[in-house]
């Protein structure tokens, strides 16, 4: 499967952990942009990263969550001392680069927050 | 506030009819996506369009791009139960980054 790849498929965290989503792009992707996903509403943008950068974070809030690409490996979104609210999909998408290219989506990572 | 508006939210009808979703702004886009998804997956690209008026179709799927580049229409002829599922259309607002509407849900009904 060449897709976009996202791990844990689910991920149960009590208040105050960390959850870590993990997302490979699809081969000769080098941008990607992850979008979270409340129930029956559209994906709202987070943060869209090249390699090694970030190059719009506007939709990231300010506290507690980070994403990161590295040279190596997968992006990886981090939520630190989750809350209840923090529940949801969390979806990435990748493209081979950022001019007006398609972005193609995994199939996301369920965040239940006990 | 939601930059993109779908209309209508839900939508219930039977194989064989014929429907139209609706995606409206009051902001210009440089190009907009349709996008279909169902329960438990991503979204998956339909179509681009690209340029004011442009019409693309796909099987049973016509999509329409407005001529101020500002709204958009996905239209499907004799549904089928397979045609179930939530469409999203996303604008291209600056570099890179894509404003999602929150959906239309559509059951089509054997």
């Known amino acids: 499967n060449a897709g976009v790849m996202q791990n844990p498929r689910h991920l149960v965290r009590r208040r105050g952990q960390e959850a870590r989503l993990r997302c490979s792009p699809m081969?000769?992707?080098?941008?990607v942009y992850w979008y979270r996903q409340l129930p029956e509403e559209g994906l709202k943008f987070m943060v869209y990263?090249?390699?090694?950068?970030?190059?719009?974070e506007s939709g990231m809030p300010k506290e507690r969550f980070s994403a990161e690409f590295p040279k190596e490996g997968p992006s990886i979104l981090r939520i630190q001392q989750v809350v209840r609210g923090d529940s949801a999909a969390y979806f990435c998408?990748?493209?081979?680069?950022?001019?007006?290219?398609?972005?193609?989506f995994g199939d996301g990572t369920r965040l239940s927050i006990l | 506030t939601q930059l993109l508006e779908q209309s209508p939210q839900f939508l219930s009808i039977q194989e064989g009819e014929n429907l139209t979703v609706y995606c409206n702004s009051s902001?210009?886009?440089?190009?907009l996506q349709w996008y279909r998804q169902e329960p438990g997956e991503g979204p998956v690209l339909l179509v681009t369009?690209?340029?004011?008026?442009e019409v693309k179709k796909l099987k049973r799927l016509t999509f329409q791009f407005g001529d101020a580049r500002k709204d958009s229409s996905l239209h499907i002829t004799a549904a089928q139960p397979g045609d179930t599922g939530l469409y999203l259309c996303?604008?291209?607002?600056?570099?890179?980054?894509?404003?999602f509407g929150s959906g239309t849900k559509l059951n089509v009904k054997p």
């Open positions: 998408a990748s493209s081979r680069t950022g001019d007006n290219q398609p972005q193609h």
């Open positions: 081969k000769g992707h080098s941008h």
């Open positions: 990263l090249q390699k090694e950068n970030i190059i719009d």
């Open positions: 902001s210009v886009f440089s190009s």
């Open positions: 369009v690209v340029t004011g008026g």
């Open positions: 996303a604008g291209r607002y600056n570099f890179n980054k894509f404003y």
